[in-house]
């Protein structure tokens, strides 16, 4: 089986086709159509968020002919939000509480990943195991608890609670990702550098973090969407306005009261997802392989 | 805390060297081992304080009367259990995270199969745009639909008039709401199990599709016998994943929902979040939460024996 790369170079030359090969022509076209079925289920909202956040307030509430096309496209929305100080705030929020979110789960994850994948102590497997098992208890069983402990700490309404927060999402599959990638890097490498008098940081730093970049980018990936999507811990810790992310921010404070200004808010939505969504056109292949690579090992 | 431990593990990693006795070597080996429990103590404390102690923190709370002075047992959890409304978060709960998986393991099979036709360059277009819904904050893309759902302004029901049906009340009725939120997290996670399965499916040896085709074996047999069997780790793995993800859900009907219409939606999450958060119940919000707890910790057990077993398999 020569697979369906050769049906689609054999293409041209139909004269020749083998009953085999038409079989897996159609097989080809058969699955174009029904994926570009999927495609346009998928795309929908998205489709729907960007046309609307064109549309201005007039044409929403005056809904006349086809809801999907935008009338007459306008930028306004964009504006009034690039130029909101409201708004500027909830997405510098979310910039910085991401960005040290992720500095901060990649060292603790990294640091971990190479312990337990290296240097070996009693109950080491113990702790990978454990590790795992509370990247499993979701946070929707610890937010109540977390409220009175956060609350303890006198960090209710203040964004810094979610720096503390959000490492506890993103930190266990962050350790489990590099310890996989850790882990294939051949033992051979770092004895050699052993014996060569390197020292466990000079290992760290010029073998395993060049080595496991792939890794390294999949985690840290995987640590920015957690930070920046996460939605119950803002929601239940930050009630003040000048305190929440992008998140909340749009869901609590742009839908006020009964007037839904959804180009407005449409438009927020647009900006809060492009981040994420540009990061992963160009990076999406380190992810999906960091994704699937410790599933498909065993 | 990290500056610490790397110095630690330097000072340790200077004496490899030489070691020219016995003792020294055993002395190494036991710093090297300080060193790296080092290294794990920032993964440690925070599994410990932001993990473990608010678990344990939660089956305290869970015991107080409303104003936390007292201690009052259990009697919160039979309190829930003795509330109609209660039953219907059970239900809805299980309701969800099965038909959503399920639905989501489904669409993904397919979908994983029809990538797995297109090869090359083709296929990572294709999948970007298949992973979208996954790559949008699901608080955003949840609040498009429910822009999408609106009432008096519903774009599918624009469609629906301009084809000759009536509107529906997609968020209206019990039914309706349960089956929308359904959709939604469908649409959000069904991406995530395509490329788990796509990646199975890159996994089996082509050889095996060959034999089974030189003896004649079908489509249908194909699939059955080998695909099926090859990808069972995998499916079963991101299936119970999926299971413990889903049934912890919040977003989706927090957003779409707020539980209505008449507390049919709610999820044990989003009720925690009514009674702890905003009525000010903690007691009984953490109650409601911990009934997650023995599902998801049976759920945990048999995703933990597979992960058990990778682990043996790249630490020893």
């Keep these: ?298 | 805390m990290a500056d610490g431990s790397t110095m630690v593990a330097g000072s340790a990693a200077a004496m490899s060297p030489a070691p020219r006795q016995v003792g020294s070597l055993k002395k190494l080996t036991r710093r090297r081992s300080t060193a790296a429990l080092a290294l794990c103590m920032p993964l440690i404390l925070m599994v410990v304080g932001l993990k473990i102690y608010p678990t344990f923190y939660a089956v305290f709370l869970s015991m107080l009367d409303r104003k936390m002075n007292s201690f009052v047992g259990l009697d919160n959890f039979i309190f829930m259990l003795s509330r109609p409304s209660f039953h219907l978060v059970i239900f809805q709960s299980c309701l969800f995270a099965i038909t959503a998986v399920v639905m989501k393991a489904f669409i993904g099979f397919i979908l994983a199969h029809l990538m797995h036709n297109i090869r090359g360059k083709n296929q990572r277009v294709w999948r970007g745009l298949l992973l979208v819904p996954w790559v949008i904050p699901l608080s955003l893309s949840t609040l498009t639909w429910w822009w999408l759902f609106d009432p008096s302004y519903s774009a599918f029901n624009w469609t629906l008039n301009w084809l000759g049906f009536e509107s529906i009340p997609f968020l209206g009725t019990t039914w309706n709401a349960r089956i929308a939120v359904i959709a939604v997290n469908t649409w959000f996670g069904a991406p995530f199990f395509m490329i788990m399965y796509l990646a199975a499916l890159k996994s089996v040896p082509e050889q095996l599709y060959e034999a089974a085709a030189i003896d004649g074996a079908g489509a249908w047999q194909r699939l059955i016998f080998i695909t099926l069997p090859m990808m069972r780790n995998i499916i079963l793995i991101t299936v119970l994943y999926s299971l413990i993800v889903t049934f912890a859900d919040f977003d989706i009907v927090r957003i779409l929902t707020n539980g209505g219409p008449q507390d049919s939606t709610h999820l044990f999450a989003t009720y925690a979040f009514t009674v702890g958060i905003q009525s000010g119940n903690i007691p009984r919000g953490a109650s409601v939460s911990l009934f997650m707890f023995p599902i998801l910790a049976t759920l945990a057990f048999f995703v933990l024996r597979d992960v058990l077993k990778r682990n043996k398999e790249i630490t020893s």
């Design chain 1, 1 to 298: 089986m020569s697979g369906a790369t050769a049906t689609a170079d054999v293409i041209p030359v139909k004269r020749k086709m083998g009953s085999l090969e038409r079989q897996r022509l159609w097989a080809l076209r058969g699955s174009f159509a029904a994926l570009s079925v999927f495609v346009v289920i998928f795309l929908v909202p998205p489709f729907y968020m960007i046309m609307t956040s064109l549309k201005s307030s007039a044409e929403i509430s005056a809904q006349k002919g086809n809801p999907w096309i935008v009338q007459n496209p306008t930028m306004d929305n964009f504006i009034y939000l690039a130029t909101n100080e409201q708004f500027q705030r909830y997405f510098l929020n979310s910039v910085w509480v991401t960005a040290l979110v992720v500095i901060i789960s990649m060292t603790i994850g990294i640091l971990a990943a190479f312990s337990l994948s290296r240097m070996g102590f009693k109950g080491s497997q113990l702790i990978a195991s454990g590790v795992f098992l509370t990247y499993l208890v979701p946070p929707s069983l610890l937010f109540i608890p977390l409220f009175q402990i956060v609350g303890s700490m006198g960090l209710i309404n203040n964004t810094w609670v979610l720096v503390l927060l959000f490492p506890t999402l993103a930190v266990p599959f962050c350790t489990w990702i590099m310890i996989g990638y850790f882990s294939s890097i051949p033992k051979e490498l770092d004895e050699a550098a052993l014996i060569d008098g390197a020292s466990y940081p000079q290992i760290l730093v010029k073998i395993f973090i060049p080595v496991a970049l792939p890794g390294i980018i999949a985690a840290t990936i995987f640590a920015f969407t957690v930070a920046w999507g996460a939605f119950l811990y803002p929601l239940a810790y930050l009630y003040s306005a000048d305190q929440a992310v992008l998140t909340v921010g749009i869901v609590r404070e742009l839908i006020r009261g009964d007037v839904f200004a959804w180009g407005m808010i449409m438009a927020a939505c647009v900006m809060a997802a492009a981040p994420p969504v540009i990061i992963y056109t160009f990076l999406m292949d380190y992810y999906v392989a960091g994704l699937t690579a410790g599933a498909t090992k065993g």
